[in-house]
């Protein structure tokens, strides 16, 4: 019989989650997923209710100011090259018929960017540059990209093995889209920089979590390397 005194318990630290995660990312030892043959740049929710906090500050957040930057030459690159882009939001019905139980938990209004007239909530920044001809856009309830969507089946057509998701939030719908993707039999690409939440103890908190289970989290600049170079 274990003694109970001598039994492994959690790990306790002083560290900030940012610090954490900064240690846990110089391992050198880790083990990398790496990129595969064909990639898609799946940017999840950059919609007004969560990138705009001077109209929602209860909703939305910055982490990296030059975000949508990065999400626009990422997905302008993608494109140039014949690779695939995704663009989701959360919206839902006036009534919000279809949002579920996750529906039930709020009490601010509008909070479910139900589509009427007036609301802007679920719109998609005006700063990102959607290509409607070219890129696919998906309409979700939940917060993985790829629950009850097209997402799987587009990307199979597209004969994709690597995704590279960006967009909010990274401890929500980032997560959910990251934890279906490996799921899903994908490599999982999180650049740091495109990423976002409400306060850094849950991105840095997340983002360490990614990295030791689920995904690549790494500097955006190593995914513009990788497309540079990527060739038909």
Request: with cysteine.
């Amino acid at each position: 019989m274990t003694d109970a005194s001598s039994a492994p318990t959690m790990q306790l630290s002083d560290k900030t989650a940012r610090q954490i995660f900064e240690d846990i990312r110089a391992n050198p030892a880790r083990k990398r997923f790496g990129f595969g043959k064909r990639v898609a740049i799946v940017n999840v929710d950059p919609q007004k209710a969560y990138t705009r906090p001077d109209l929602f500050p209860n909703t939305a957040y910055i982490t990296d100011p030059l975000q949508a930057d990065h999400i626009n030459k990422l997905s302008k690159l993608a494109r140039s090259k014949g690779l695939p882009v995704v663009w989701t939001r959360v919206c839902y019905m006036e009534n919000a018929a279809d949002a579920g139980i996750w529906g039930t938990r709020t009490d601010t209004p509008d909070s479910l960017q139900n589509i009427k007239a007036g609301s802007v909530r679920h719109e998609f920044d005006d700063r990102l540059e959607i290509d409607p001809a070219v890129d696919a856009i998906y309409e979700k309830k939940m917060p993985s990209a790829f629950f009850e969507t097209r997402l799987s089946s587009f990307l199979t057509w597209h004969k994709i093995d690597t995704v590279v998701i960006t967009g909010g939030s990274t401890s929500g719908c980032i997560r959910a889209t990251a934890v279906d993707s490996l799921s899903h039999g994908y490599r999982t690409i999180v650049p740091i920089e495109c990423v976002a939440d409400k306060h850094e103890s849950y991105h840095f908190a997340n983002l360490t979590d990614l990295l030791l289970k689920y995904a690549d989290v790494v500097d955006v600049q190593e995914v513009y390397d990788w497309l540079e170079e990527y060739s038909v």
